[in-house]
């Protein structure tokens, strides 16, 4: 059954030969090959400000230059983030984006009483994590345990109601042959196909 999906690069390099771009448009090609709906958000084009305040984040609006990339995430039936891993986590650049989208109104929200539950307002969206860094992966999941990525999911995409979420990691990238970059892009390829 063809799916929304939506495909957030959060690399800050716009660059089209970066891995993470290749690897987005693989899953953009297998998804809209199986007949799948894909948008696309490249935050590296994207102008934008940090939220800096509480008051801000819980009472301003989404900035203009996001309110494309914001409407997308509601259409969106399947959301795919694909970055860098940068000092153990994703880019500011990344998190940033996720602050101004993610807001309350959007994402979410308060409860109506003190002692409530607070609402998602999103909630019945999948996602997948696409992550790539220069360390074994296994090493990451195991020694480091993912911690990065799992503060993303827990508490960024689960506190929305972004659930199921799944992994794909892509680690020693600086050194991987051109015949393992062309498995992983075939790799993608075939999730996008799924939209899974």
Known sequence: MPRRTLIVVGHPDPSPDRLCSGLAQAYAEGAEQAGHVVRRVDLATLDFPMLR?????????V??????AAEAIVWAEHIVFVFPLWLGTMPALLKAFLEQVLRPGTAFAYPDKVGGFTRTLIRGRSARIVVTMGMPSILYRLWFLGHGIAGMRRSILHFVGIRPMRETLFGMVAGASDATRAKWIEQMRRLGERAR
């Open 63 to 68: 900035p203009d230059s996001l309110k494309e």
């Open 53 to 61: 305040t509480m008051q801000e984040f819980e009472h301003g609006a």
